[in-house]
């Protein structure tokens, strides 16, 4: 079993900084793929980034320049470091690890950003 808890969230102004983790723990060797999701009210749930094992990392094209996931095994924790955040960042950011055999899914609980204009 893998276990998922996001932290990190909170009330910003533009421009600012957040920096989000997600740790990870139970059979974390199982873990092929670790992403960050959002959603906003209203709006359907996103991929924002994901980062796979090997460390390939893409990113949807609103973030691309100002967001930046990456991982640290000793720590078995991902990142979303989000810079120069804007109103439209404002949603649950949640992550989402994919896991062997079969890739199947396991969700945190969520975490809300908040950026006021």
């Known amino acids: 079993q893998v276990r998922l808890v996001e932290s990190g969230g909170g009330l910003v102004q533009a421009g600012g900084s957040l920096r989000l983790s997600c740790a990870a723990s139970g059979n974390t060797f199982s873990i092929v793929v670790t992403g960050w999701y959002r959603q906003a009210p209203g709006k359907q749930r996103e991929l924002v980034a994901r980062?796979?094992?090997?460390?390939?990392?893409n990113y949807v094209d609103s973030v691309k320049g100002r967001f930046t996931i990456s991982r640290d095994n000793t720590k078995n924790t991902v990142f979303l470091q989000m810079n120069s955040l804007k109103p439209e960042d404002t949603a649950n950011y949640y992550c989402?690890?994919?896991?062997?055999?079969?890739?199947?899914?396991?969700w945190g609980q969520g975490t809300l950003v908040t950026v006021s204009s």
């Open positions: 989402k690890a994919q896991i062997r055999p079969n890739l199947s899914e396991v």
């Open positions: 980062i796979s094992s090997g460390g390939l990392t």
